[in-house]
């Protein structure tokens, strides 16, 4: 839990250094930029791949009606400065799965990773809009 909490602390002041204007350049530095939402005992994490290209990772305690409705808040506030959100989630973890459909991800097929067989999810700006807008 600590290593959790200064993590989000060491990811909040790096966003905070971005919003503001400077030659800091974080992404040449090798420096891995992330953004966090809270929601109850949920965390959301969104790993910058490129400009407006978010890779998506989730932590949920909670279950239902309630962990969609604090992923679509999350996803919500990242949406208004990405232009995709893409996910990979084992095959294996079908509640995982049918969550991503729920939220509106796409599949884009299975692929595999160094771990396991996953499935590719993404969702675009557009598509967000379209559904939630």
Request: glycine share 6%; with cysteine; charged share 25%.
């Amino acid at each position: 839990m600590i290593i959790l909490l200064v993590l989000l602390q060491v990811t909040c002041k790096l966003v905070d250094l971005l919003r503001e204007d400077s030659d800091l350049h974080l992404r040449r530095a090798g420096i891995l930029i992330m953004t966090a939402a809270l929601r109850d005992d949920d965390v959301f994490l969104f790993e910058e791949k490129a400009p407006k290209v978010f890779v998506g990772h989730y932590f949920c305690k909670s279950r239902g009606s309630k962990a969609l409705t604090n992923a679509k808040e999350a996803l919500s506030e990242m949406m208004e400065g990405a232009s995709v959100i893409m996910g990979f989630t084992p095959v294996e973890n079908k509640p995982a799965c049918l969550f991503a459909r729920k939220l509106g991800f796409k599949s884009n097929g299975l692929i595999d990773t160094a771990f396991c067989k996953a499935e590719f999810f993404s969702m675009t700006k557009q598509e967000w809009n379209e559904k939630h807008g």
